[in-house]
């Protein structure tokens, strides 16, 4: 079992992305989200992806504040 702190380059390996910092950058460039879209509803993530982030929201995990990072940059137009 990995007890490491989440970031967001470890959130990015979890969900099977390039967690590199240039592809972080990328990608939160190619996926702005508007402010109606719920981040686990997006359409560019697999349903494994947005259960994760569904279910990591819900339980409150340690995950749950780097995904609210990941929203943030996604809104960030």
Do not use: C
């Amino acid at each position: 079992m990995d007890y490491s702190q989440p970031t967001i380059s470890r959130l990015f390996s979890q969900l099977g992305l390039d967690n590199d910092e240039v592809s972080i950058q990328r990608f939160a460039r190619q996926h702005q989200l508007d402010n109606t879209t719920l981040l686990a509803d997006a359409k560019f993530w697999n349903d494994s992806q947005a259960d994760f982030i569904r279910e990591q929201i819900w339980q409150d995990s340690d995950w749950a504040e780097v995904i609210d990072q990941l929203d943030n940059m996604l809104r960030q137009g």
